[in-house]
Structure formats: structure tokens, C-alpha cells
Nanobody
Framework: QVQLVESGGGLVQAGGSLRLSCAAYGRTFNTYAMAWFRQAPGKEREFVAACNWDGGSTYYADSLKGRFTISRDNGKHMVYLQMNNLKPEDTAVYYC?????????????????WGQGTLVTVSS
């Protein structure tokens, strides 16, 4: 079983950038597709981005393409989310997630392991 721990959240001004990190613990990490989700206050958890087991394939929520980039380093057991040109509407708790089926990971119901989340606040 894999355990996930996020870091890197914080307060940033609109237009700024943040890089979130997700540390994975467990020998099976390299077999997991990985993703980021977010949940704003009063809203449902939504898909942000995903990558396959080696990071060679990625896909994004349509509304976030061009601003967010997901990547992973299997040697370090890390997953990253680079967020640029942040907007107040990006304010949310961001969650790292893992699943064995890459093409299904965008559905939260198919996620097999979740991190505890890290808060990102974007001020206007």
C-alpha cells in the first residue's frame, strides 16, 4: 500500500506561482498512476491533472491546461504540480491521489489512495 504526503501549499498573490509536492511511501509507487485533485469550500472535489506510471503521458482538466503541469520522479518517489498564473478561484485544498488504472483516475471514485491535502490560498 502506498501512503501520500503533500506539501508546498500556502498563500500567494494572484498571478504568482506555487509548486506542490507529494511524497509517496511504499514499494509499489512506481506502478501507480498519479493525480492531483482540489476541493474549494462548499464545492465537490474536482480533478486537476494526472500522469501515468512514468510521467510519459499526462492529461488535465480543460480549464487548467496551460497553467498547471504535473510531473513525477520515480527515483525520488515524488509527484509535483507546478501552478502558474494563479487566480483567486484556484483557492482550494489540493490532494495527491493514486490509482492503478490511469485512464480512470480522473473519477474520484476510482482513486485508491489519497493524501491528506495541502491548502492553497490565492489573494486578489
Amino acid at each position: 500500500q502506498v501512503q501520500l504526503v503533500e506539501s508546498g501549499g500556502g498563500l500567494v498573490q494572484a498571478g504568482g506561482s506555487l509548486r506542490l509536492s507529494c511524497a509517496a511511501y511504499g514499494r509499489t509507487f512506481n506502478t501507480y498512476a498519479m493525480a492531483w485533485f482540489r476541493q474549494a469550500p462548499g464545492k465537490e472535489r474536482e480533478f486537476v491533472a494526472a500522469c501515468n506510471w512514468d510521467g510519459g503521458s499526462t492529461y488535465y482538466a480543460d480549464s487548467l491546461k496551460g497553467r498547471f503541469t504535473i510531473s513525477r520522479d520515480n527515483g525520488k518517489h515524488m509527484v509535483y504540480l507546478q501552478m502558474n498564473n494563479l487566480k483567486p478561484e484556484d483557492t482550494a485544498v489540493y490532494y495527491c491521489a493514486g490509482a492503478t488504472v490511469y485512464l480512470r483516475i480522473r473519477d474520484p471514485g476510482n482513486v485508491e489512495v489519497w493524501g491528506q491535502g495541502t491548502l492553497v490560498t490565492v489573494s486578489s
